[in-house]
């Protein structure tokens, strides 16, 4: 994990070095402070050698604003380089995101995935500085003040440095209990963004149903749980901090002590005890990076354990011999297909098996949970089958890269998704340096042209959120004009307009009309209305495809689809089944 976390280093190599550098100057700058100090007692002050006490008065303030330089270099630079290093970790975290396969969202919540990329990594940003900065300052000013500390007196030096491997002892022992409860801390953070992300999403539905009280009561509980988590991370580490701090504030106890002995018995003199004081600070201070250290290297780690996590979730891989797609038809078969979420629960499509011809409209109908949506989603290879096979065009999907074979196929959802930003930017997404002018002519196709171009600021009024700012059925134009835009020769439309009131029904049905035409064309719908010029209609059920034909063929069958079509349109005068 260490040499891992080392590797993100590489990039920022030489600013990181220079860094060290800086943090090695500076204690070399610590230890002429105690030196200068000692000299001075000693001889300038005792012998009145004015000239000399006021030459090095003069180089220890020379030497304090070096050490101001030197400071502001590390806390600048030094900064520099864990933010980079956080930035590439994030970069790095969404771009393996981008590549996760839909079980990884389907099993973790957006709040949660938020909180590994932004607040784990905060504290791993933090450790990339500081981290070996303390290390390099502690055991630099350990190991040099031993060596200055010795050449005064080497029993009092052995005295107080016996009291180093009890510190060690301590601060190893506790540092499990720091990293288990800060581990447990960030769970609980995670869990409590999750569910501030969800009720902010969700605060339409809040305001609907008067729940206000419900979400708040929920969010209380996960905050409770975040207090809980952290209280037990600050008591670990107020047993660690109250630990050190007694053993070293006893260390200063023992140097008195025994400093006090050995000048009284004449085995040192007073000005190099006084020096020896000067030095037993300067020793104090690394001992504190030291700590500060172990911290940052139980918080940082814990969050780039969890960064870890994510970077090794095994993403969505192509075959090793894929192939491009190219210039799709759109002849789509299913062979013996069985495909089920969870591999505990029963198959939600089981031996499924039929062709659609190239050009053709083919509709799914059936009730609820029989697999529709299933079928549309396992097409672009969003989930892959258990068993059995699709093929496109004569080739098998799972031969070909996901990425051509997506590229081919074109899907408007009963939930349109805007991004955040503008309709140019909606209409324009997935076509990267599209004209102004190819995207006019998609709207255009869409119908929403007019509309548009009546708004104060055109193409680029921002939608908001989500598009929140536009009415469902303007979403969903722009969601069909985002496909006209791409142009694919392969169309799946899963209860693209059920969500929508029976006028902008009939508009949208213009557009989609105009965007089925010459493409292969998947439609999932309850609204059997909208399905009556399909070419094909498939029924299916739980126990697969229960009948196929198209609208006239169905309905003098009597079966399923003509119960369904009789019991959604009963009443409505003109009907006839």
Not at 480 to 491: E, S, T, W
Not at 519 to 539: C, M, P
């Amino acid at each position: 994990m260490i040499r891992r976390f080392i590797g993100y280093y590489k990039p920022h190599l030489k600013l990181f070095a220079a860094d060290m550098v800086a943090a090695m100057l500076l204690s070399v700058c610590d230890l002429f402070y105690p030196m200068i100090t000692r000299r001075m007692l000693n001889d300038y002050i005792p012998n009145e050698k004015l000239r000399l006490l006021v030459t090095w008065a003069v180089i220890l303030l020379l030497i304090y604003l070096a050490k101001a330089g030197l400071n502001y270099f590390m806390q600048y630079y030094g900064h520099i380089v864990g933010v980079r290093m956080q930035s590439d970790m994030r970069r790095e975290a969404f771009e393996h995101l981008e590549q996760l396969p839909f079980r990884y969202f389907d099993n973790n919540k957006t709040g949660t995935i938020m909180s590994r990329i932004i607040n784990d990594l905060q504290d791993i940003s933090e450790l990339a500085h500081h981290g070996p900065e303390n290390l390099i300052l502690a055991v630099l000013l350990l190991v040099t003040s031993f060596f200055l500390m010795a050449s005064i007196n080497i029993p009092l030096t052995l005295i107080i440095f016996a009291f180093l491997p009890f510190l060690v002892w301590f601060a190893a022992k506790k540092r499990l209990d720091l990293s288990a409860t800060s581990k447990e801390a960030r769970i609980s953070i995670a869990e409590t963004n999750a569910t501030l992300e969800n009720n902010i999403s969700g605060i339409r539905v809040s305001k609907a149903f008067t729940s206000e009280e419900h979400a708040i009561e929920n969010f209380r509980e996960n905050d409770t749980g975040f207090v809980v988590a952290k209280k037990r991370q600050y008591k670990a580490m107020a047993i660690f901090h109250a630990g050190n701090t007694m053993i070293v504030d006893f260390l200063n106890v023992v140097v008195f002590v025994a400093g006090g002995i050995f000048t009284y018995m004449k085995w040192i003199e007073f000005a190099d005890f006084a020096s020896f004081i000067i030095f037993v600070n300067i020793f104090l201070s690394p001992i504190k990076n030291l700590i500060n250290f172990i911290e940052q290297l139980q918080s940082g780690m814990t969050g780039f354990e969890r960064f870890c996590e994510i970077m090794d979730t095994p993403v969505e891989e192509d075959a090793p011999d894929a192939v491009e797609l190219c210039d799709a038809k759109g002849d789509i078969s299913f062979r013996d297909v069985s495909f089920s979420y969870d591999e505990n629960n029963r198959n939600v499509l089981s031996h499924l098996t039929f062709d659609i011809k190239h050009g053709q409209t083919v509709a799914f109908v059936g009730p609820s949970g029989s697999g529709k949506t299933t079928i549309c989603h396992v097409i672009p290879r969003f989930y892959d089958i258990l068993a059995g096979q699709i093929t496109l065009d004569g080739l098998d999907t799972a031969s070909l890269t996901r990425k051509s074979l997506r590229q081919s196929i074109g899907i408007v959802t009963q939930d349109v998704f805007l991004f955040t930003g503008t309709i140019k930017d909606n209409i324009a997404y997935g076509c990267p340096g599209v004209s102004d002018e190819a995207i006019e002519e998609a709207a255009k196709r869409a119908n929403i042209h007019e509309f548009i171009a009546g708004l104060p600021d055109g193409y680029d009024t921002f939608v908001g959120e989500r598009g929140v700012k536009l009415s469902g059925g303007q979403k969903q134009r722009i969601s069909i004009a985002r496909v006209f835009l791409k142009n694919p020769p392969i169309l799946i439309l899963d209860e693209a307009t059920s969500a929508l009131d029976n006028a902008t029904e009939l508009l949208i049905q213009k557009s989609l009309d105009e965007l089925c035409r010459g493409r292969t064309t998947i439609v999932v719908a309850h609204r059997l209305s909208t399905i009556k010029n399909a070419d094909q209609i498939l029924v299916i059920t739980d126990h697969g495809i229960e009948e196929s034909g198209n609208h006239e063929e169905l309905l003098a069958k009597g079966g399923l689809y003509a119960e369904l079509y009789r019991v959604q349109f009963a009443g409505i005068e003109g009907e006839k089944v």
